[in-house]
């Protein structure tokens, strides 16, 4: 056990043999060990009769083990008969929060805590669509070139509108060495995050909490852990600021810091590194709106999640549509994937605590972007604003998935690139071919304000996605 072994406290009390109604019924949370700074899942039985409880905690070797227990006005203890564990809890409200003790020395030894809330007697639901107007001053694109948004930079600052990049895995407040991002992305996630905080600031079922944040890359755009040794997670992963964890919104706490919504553990002490239950802790709709918001950005490529946590989320964005919440078309692209039994290919283990967000890398590949014209007159009577794009040799401009072509305007607003409308030329008569594509000029002007605005094309080509951006003077 790892928490070491019994200690009697002085001033326990002794059983009530009618039992205290306060504790009965179901209770999940979680609990801590300080020896290995591990937090794990946590699942408490208390029985009407008030002389034993139902402790859940695998990560100790807890099984479903049935502890005698205690109770006196709002306090509990449990203990683990000859494993020299003890447990006390102080009831606030509908949570339990105690400490873990140990005395092989001959004395009190606090090694631990733990915490847990009564379960919900009905299954949360989401509040009523489509929700609040949210305020649209966090941009979630980036309107530059490759090069300025895929730079990695560190994710800043750490505490923002509807999210908390906090210390882990070794960092420390002060040395976040983990938590490097590419520019784009970090932009997404302060959006994704701040819109869900938004539109649920009226669901009204547990917290509102800022959701956690977790690996990303470091900053040489390696990844976390290779500095000192000891790189955190497979090749190809969290490399060049593509990718970052980002923690589940919870049920049964009081934050939505990284830690597993479900039980994780088969046998004694083996962890199975995936849900082997159905996720009791998971925040279905915050879960589920977040992804939604993630996916309104063309870059995301995947968030992956556990395999029976994938389920769960994917009825809960179908739930979503039907509510008025997700646009069905909407819906059918977000990209969440998860491993599906049978599939051992797919099988991505350690996504039982958090979400892996992943998006397409920006490819350098473009020599030209010219927006015409440069200036726009407001009274004009235009319809069009025409991009031409040159690429490197060796890559045929008529290739460009036109579907993928658009133009972001201010980091809030893309315009698609109009169908029928693509030609191959050499505008600048430089030998090397373009392809100009166009787009509504009513839509940008009545978007951008008077005065010179940096625009971004965005497009792919054979799966491969580039970005350049040129100025444009608006009066």
């Known amino acids: 056990m790892s928490f070491g072994i019994l200690v009697t406290i002085p001033g326990a009390s002794t059983a009530f043999a009618s039992g205290d109604p ?14 290995i700074d591990s937090s794990s899942y946590i699942d408490i039985q208390f029985n009407q009769a008030g002389d034993f409880a139902i402790f859940h905690i695998p990560a100790i070797g807890l099984h479903n083990q049935y502890l ?6 709002n306090e509990v203890t449990a203990e683990v008969p000859g494993e020299d564990i003890l447990f006390t809890g102080t009831l606030d409200g509908n949570h339990i929060s105690g400490s873990v003790w140990y ?115 470091e900053a040489d755009g390696s990844i976390p852990g290779t500095s000192i040794g000891r790189p955190g997670h497979p090749p190809y992963t969290h490399e060049y600021g593509s990718d970052i964890d980002v923690a589940y919104y919870q049920l049964y706490a009081f ?14 002490y083996f962890s199975a590194f995936h849900c082997v239950d159905p996720p009791h802790g998971l925040d279905p709709w ?32 179908d739930e979503l ?7 069905a078309g909407h819906r059918a692209a977000i990209p969440l994937v998860y491993y599906v039994e049978g599939d051992e290919e797919q099988e991505y283990l350690f996504h039982h605590h958090h979400m892996h967000v992943s998006m ?35 890559l045929d401009v008529s290739e460009i998935d036109l579907s993928t072509v658009a133009l972001i305007v201010d980091g809030r607003t893309m315009v698609p690139a109009l169908e029928g409308y693509a030609e191959v030329s050499d505008y600048n008569s430089n030998g090397i071919p373009d392809l100009a594509v166009k787009f509504e000029r009513i839509s940008v002007t009545e978007t951008i304000a008077s005065g010179t605005s940096e625009l971004a094309v965005i497009g792919s080509i054979y799966g491969y996605f580039f970005q350049g951006s040129d100025t444009l003077k608006i009066n």
């Open 103 to 217: 005395t092989g020395f001959g004395f009190p030894l606090e090694v631990g805590d733990w915490q847990v809330f009564s379960a919900l007697e009905s299954p949360p639901q989401p509040g009523s669509a489509p929700g609040p107007m949210c305020d649209d001053s966090i941009p979630i694109y980036c309107a530059g070139d490759a090069a300025h948004c895929a730079e990695i930079v560190p994710f800043d600052p750490d505490v923002g509108p509807g999210y908390l990049d906090y210390a882990l895995n070794g960092e420390t407040t002060d040395n976040q060495y983990r938590s490097f991002i590419r520019r784009d992305g970090m932009m997404l996630t302060k959006y994704a995050a701040a819109k869900t905080e938004c539109k649920t600031t009226d669901w009204n079922y547990w917290n509102f909490a800022p959701v956690g944040l977790g690996d990303m890359s």
């Open 286 to 317: 915050r879960t589920a709106l977040f992804i939604s918001h993630l996916s309104e950005h063309p870059l995301l490529r995947i968030v992956y999640v556990d395999w029976l946590v994938g389920p769960v989320l994917d009825d809960a964005l």
């Open 360 to 394: 397409n890398h920006i490819y350098d590949i473009l020599t030209l972007v010219d927006i015409t014209p440069d200036l726009l007159n407001r009274k004009s009577q235009g319809k069009f604003i025409t991009a031409h794009i040159e690429l490197i040799a060796g």
């Open 321 to 327: 549509v039907s509510r008025g919440w997700i646009d």
């Open 22 to 35: 306060v504790f009965t019924g179901q209770w999940y949370g979680r609990a801590v060990d300080y020896t």
């Open 68 to 73: 005698p227990a205690s109770y006196d006005v």
């Open 255 to 268: 934050d939505n810091l990284l830690r597993s919504v479900c039980s994780s553990y088969e046998g004694y």
